[in-house]
Nanobody, 121 residues
């Protein structure tokens, strides 16, 4: 079994910064992609940023230039540095990990419980 745990959310003023962390624990042979998603009240969950094994990253247009995703493969951890935060960044932020439990196992996606980010104007 695999657990994904996020941390680092909170309340910040517009223009401020927060750093989110997400770690995967459990029966892990390898992790392909780790990503951050967010869901604001009344809206659908959307991709914020993703880090793919090999170093490739991708970002939503709304966060490019402000957010940076980074990854520590040795710790099965991904980070999201969020700078120049705006009120519209307010949402629950979720992390997921595409995990292979064994050498011949298929990839399976695990989600964390989410961490709340509130940006005040």
């Amino acid at each position: 079994q695999v657990r994904v745990v996020e941390s680092g959310g909170g309340l910040v003023q517009a223009g401020g910064s927060l750093r989110l962390s997400c770690a995967a624990f459990g029966s892990i042979f390898s992790i392909n992609a780790m990503g951050w998603y967010r869901q604001a009240p009344g809206k659908q969950r959307e991709l914020v940023a993703v880090s793919i094994s090999g170093g490739n990253t991708d970002y939503a247009d709304s966060v490019k230039g402000r957010f940076t995703i980074s990854r520590d493969n040795a710790k099965n951890t991904v980070y999201l540095q969020m700078n120049s935060l705006k009120p519209e960044d307010t949402a629950d932020y979720y992390c997921n990990a595409d995990v292979r439990a064994g050498r011949w196992s298929s990839l399976r996606t695990y989600w964390g419980q989410g961490t709340q980010v509130t940006v005040s104007s």
